[in-house]
């Protein structure tokens, strides 16, 4: 018998987990957006992978490092574990092609190389894979990846106007997408 292969979640950071703040330096800055964790644990129960997907283009510009981000990162899931929903991978995109030494990458959403690699890994159906994000940016990522793209009207809520977004649903928060995920999944 062949092996299904996994479905995830592909979650964006800012804006969606936490509440976005412009260049966050510091673990002292973050804010989970009420709802995030128990979203994220009930995904979990479902059996989706959770994948955390993020630009952090703060590190080209000399921001933050790579380490103090790993730091924040480490925090941000401590936090959410506490709350029973932790990601089971975490990819973020340290570049920006008119940063720092100016990386053309193909991990930079909307590339898909972050979600290509968790593919890897996870031995994923990016088909039948979700993206939830609060950019236009996340919702061509997940056209370019061949997974639903779910936009949320937190952080951004889909007004930062760099593409023509075309959502395949248009949620409140994580909680609520979260919810229509669990439901469109169970018809695979
Ligand atoms: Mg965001
Ligand atoms: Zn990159």
Same mark, same amino acid.
């Given at each position: 018998?062949?092996r299904r292969k996994n &479905? *995830? %979640? ?6 969606? =987990?936490?509440?976005? %703040?412009?260049?966050?330096? &510091? @673990?002292?800055?973050?804010?989970? =957006? ?19 997907? @993020? $630009?952090? @283009? ?5 921001? =933050?490092?790579? #380490?103090?981000?790993?730091? %924040? &990162? ?20 340290? &570049?920006? /092609? ?11 959403? /909307? ?16 088909? !039948? @894979?979700?993206?939830? #994000? ?7 990522? *997940?056209? $370019? ?9 937190? #952080? ?6 760099t593409y023509k977004a ?9 909680? !609520?997408?979260?919810?229509?995920? =669990? ?6």
């Amino acid at each position: 018998m062949r092996r299904r292969k996994n &479905h *995830a %979640v592909f979650l964006d950071r800012d804006g969606v =987990i936490i509440e976005d %703040v412009h260049y966050l330096r &510091h @673990s002292d800055q973050l804010k989970i =957006i009420p709802g995030a964790a128990s979203a994220i644990k009930k995904l979990r129960k479902a059996g989706l992978k959770i994948v955390v997907v @993020s $630009n952090q @283009s703060a590190v080209a510009r000399g921001f =933050i490092t790579r #380490g103090a981000l790993e730091a %924040v &990162h480490r925090r941000l899931k401590s936090k959410l574990r506490a709350q029973g929903g932790a990601w089971d991978a975490i990819y973020y995109c340290p &570049h920006h /092609p008119q940063a720092g030494r100016r990386v053309k990458c193909d991990c930079r959403k /909307p590339g898909i190389g972050m979600l290509r690699a968790a593919a890897r890994k996870f031995k994923l159906d990016l088909e !039948q @894979s979700y993206l939830i #994000g609060d950019t236009t940016t996340d919702m061509r990522t *997940a056209r $370019n990846a061949g997974c639903k793209g779910v936009l949320v009207k937190t #952080g951004k809520s889909g007004r930062d106007g760099t593409y023509k977004a075309n959502p395949d649903a248009t949620c409140r928060n994580l909680a !609520q997408a979260a919810s229509w995920v =669990i439901k469109k999944d169970k018809m695979f």
